[in-house]
């Protein structure tokens, strides 16, 4: 984990609401791993003057570069939309502890929400890698805001779709979506990000299916390095329940532990 000033090849807008960015990251490229996060400086002044965490979404590790996909929200990320091709952006990381796949897991499920599907991209390149087959339920607001699908395709995933747009995000839904998925496909594993109302649901489910999940959270965070506390999430550890940090422990949990408020 380091400091580094990289240089951004491209930093394009891509919808209404998201902006994609690709980095040269030649010396880093080979210790990334889905689920990893970079804290990034946004800006070169000292406003605002905490960086932004943000999750890889691609990892290419044949041409030395990292991609990242991220919605415009406040100050941070309008910040990072100014940053040009040719620049360099500052990035620290990469951080966390990023998914894990086991080998006997020949099919999984992925369940993503708005910014949470750039977190799960990355998971499914690397599955495409080890021959995974990936089905995913990807859910925003709109269809517009579902940017990863190809790419999610491209990686040989099999690709629902879920909007409010279409009235076809509602929890029920998705539950009749995941049940049709178990029928056809022998899930081994889930891994969800993005919204904690169908974190629940995947918790649900896989606690039924009696299968291992993770989740990646994304809490509010101050210094990202284990010192502030700011990003603690809950917990269970037997009859305890205890809080840990999303940025060192985390963000990948395995999801039948976290305390899903
Ligand atoms: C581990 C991790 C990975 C992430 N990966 C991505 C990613 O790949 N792409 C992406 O677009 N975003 C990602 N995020 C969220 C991203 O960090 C925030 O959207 C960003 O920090 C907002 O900064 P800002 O200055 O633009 O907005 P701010 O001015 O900081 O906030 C704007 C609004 O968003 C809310 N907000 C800010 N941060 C969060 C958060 N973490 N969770 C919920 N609400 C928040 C604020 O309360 C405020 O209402 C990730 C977050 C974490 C913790």
Request: hydrophobic share 40%; charged share 15%; with cysteine.
């Given at each position: 984990m380091q400091v580094n000033k990289l240089e951004v090849l491209s930093n394009v807008k891509v919808s209404e609401r998201y902006w994609h960015m690709i980095v040269d990251s030649q010396e880093l490229t080979n210790q990334i791993e889905p689920g990893q996060f970079f804290n990034i400086k946004?800006?070169?002044?000292?406003?605002?003057?905490l960086r932004r965490p943000f999750s890889i979404y691609r990892i290419n590790k044949e041409d030395g570069t990292i991609e990242f996909l991220y919605l415009v929200k406040g100050l941070g990320t309008v910040k990072l939309t100014e940053v040009k091709a040719g620049e360099t952006v500052d990035v620290f990381g990469p951080l966390g502890v990023g998914f894990s796949l086991a080998k006997e897991w020949d099919t999984i499920l992925l369940l993503a929400r708005g910014v949470g599907i750039a977190t799960l991209a990355a998971l499914a390149q690397e599955a495409a890698k080890q021959n995974i087959k990936c089905v995913a339920i990807l859910s925003a607001?709109?269809?517009?805001?579902?940017?990863a699908t190809e790419t999610l395709q491209g990686f040989g995933a099999e690709v629902y779709k879920v909007t409010e747009e279409d009235g076809t995000s509602d929890v029920d839904n998705v539950e009749i979506i995941m049940e049709q998925i178990f029928k056809e496909h022998d899930v081994k594993a889930g891994f969800t990000c993005g919204s904690k109302r169908l974190s629940r649901l995947m918790q649900k489910v896989t606690q039924e299916k009696n299968i291992p999940a993770q989740i990646a959270l994304e809490e509010h965070m101050g210094?990202?390095?284990?010192?502030?506390?700011?990003?603690v999430c809950d917990v269970q550890h037997g009859d305890k329940i205890e809080s840990v940090r999303v940025c060192k422990e985390g963000p990948v949990f395995d999801l039948d532990k976290v305390v899903l408020a």
């Open positions: 946004c800006a070169d002044d000292s406003f605002p003057f607001r709109s269809n517009n805001d579902l940017l210094c990202a390095m284990g010192v502030c506390y700011a990003c």
